[in-house]
């Protein structure tokens, strides 16, 4: 068994004034039973990652540090999304935890499967706990569907995804550093963190509402999401555009020596409707393909510009360590 980690919870936040307070009086609770226990070690904190959040967030960040010395947070210069803005989490706790947890700042994720996950590290030596959503009764059932057609989607494309887990994970310190070596600029980390390796653990638990504001995931931002997840982690949408296009390129051969052959004999017939369906069809497989090929060639255009994900603002560091200015 390892001594008491130090472990670092990891929020990223948007718009989130409503909740924030919340999430930071359960989440400080648990760590500080778990400190009590000596199952953490006391210099374990908790970080916020303000995703250029248009409302209160950071002051409320900001305020609620001065009283509650868990409290640490990383302000980024502006909004970059939920991957990108964990990832600057991710990156920065590393540096000062021996595992991190990363969870949604609206208390959806039950906060008691906390526990579980560090024991999982400690106990057992797990570098990578995955929290699975047991059940999702509280989601509406387009919301259930639509994740569960997603994972066989992206089964079958060749993806490797945990079913049901979200970002509500743990990872040690080694496998934090490992993720580092993933440059991708795509960044879809359910998809990435499986091809880290080592060894993995499971916490299963209830998945509940949100405690208090919206989704910042409304549909289209959703459909975005799991295309991106499929285009950036797959290649067989193309291979499959590929194959496509040389079975209808077969299939057009023959109806070539058909038709040659139908002349020939002098039964030719006023195929109109057959060509025009046939020009209206190819035309818009040509367009799907030339749209997926496009597809690639904007992901290797943002891969090759090598852009950094985020921007860091402001840090403040956990209270145990002294202060600095991001660089
Ligand atoms: N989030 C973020 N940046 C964004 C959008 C969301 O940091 O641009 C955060 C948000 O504050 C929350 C988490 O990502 O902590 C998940 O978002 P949300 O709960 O709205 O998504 P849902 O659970 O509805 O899929
Ligand atoms: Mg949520």
Request: aromatic residues 10%.
């Amino acid at each position: 068994m390892k001594e008491s980690p130090t472990l670092g919870i990891v929020v990223p936040c948007y718009n989130e004034e409503a909740v924030i307070g919340e999430t930071i009086s359960q989440l400080s609770k648990i760590m500080k039973e778990m400190m009590d226990e000596g199952l953490v070690s006391q210099a374990s904190f908790l970080m916020f990652v303000n995703d250029g959040s248009r409302d209160r967030t950071w002051e409320l960040i900001e305020e609620n540090r001065k009283s509650n010395p868990l409290v640490s947070g990383v302000k980024l210069s502006g909004n970059v999304g939920h991957q990108n803005a964990l990832l600057a989490g991710l990156m920065t706790a590393k540096e000062l935890a021996d595992c991190v947890i990363s969870i949604d700042a609206d208390l959806q994720d039950d906060v008691k499967a906390i526990r579980e996950f560090v024991v999982k590290y400690k106990e057992e030596g797990c570098e990578i706990v995955y929290g699975v959503r047991q059940s999702r009764k509280t989601d509406t059932f387009f919301k259930r569907t639509t994740a569960q057609g997603f994972y066989r989607f992206m089964d079958r494309m060749g993806v490797k995804v945990t079913y049901n887990h979200a970002d509500y994970r743990l990872m040690s310190k080694r496998a934090l550093h490992e993720l580092e070596r993933f440059k991708e600029v795509n960044l879809f980390l359910r998809g990435i963190v499986p091809m880290i390796g080592f060894k993995t653990g499971i916490v299963f638990y209830d998945r509940l509402d949100r405690f208090a504001g919206e989704s910042k995931y409304p549909l289209p931002k959703m459909l975005a999401f799991a295309f991106e997840g499929i285009t950036s982690l797959s290649v067989r949408p193309i291979r499959f555009v590929t194959l496509m296009g040389f079975g209808l390129s077969l299939v057009s051969l023959f109806a070539v020596i058909y038709a040659v052959a139908s002349k020939l004999l002098g039964n030719t017939v006023s195929g109109w409707t057959s060509l025009i369906l046939s020009v209206w069809f190819l035309g818009g497989v040509q367009l799907l393909a030339l749209g997926l090929i496009g597809e690639y060639i904007g992901k290797i255009y943002k891969e090759v510009k090598r852009r950094p994900l985020y921007i860091v603002d402001r840090l403040l560091l956990p209270e145990s360590l002294p202060q600095r200015e991001a660089d």
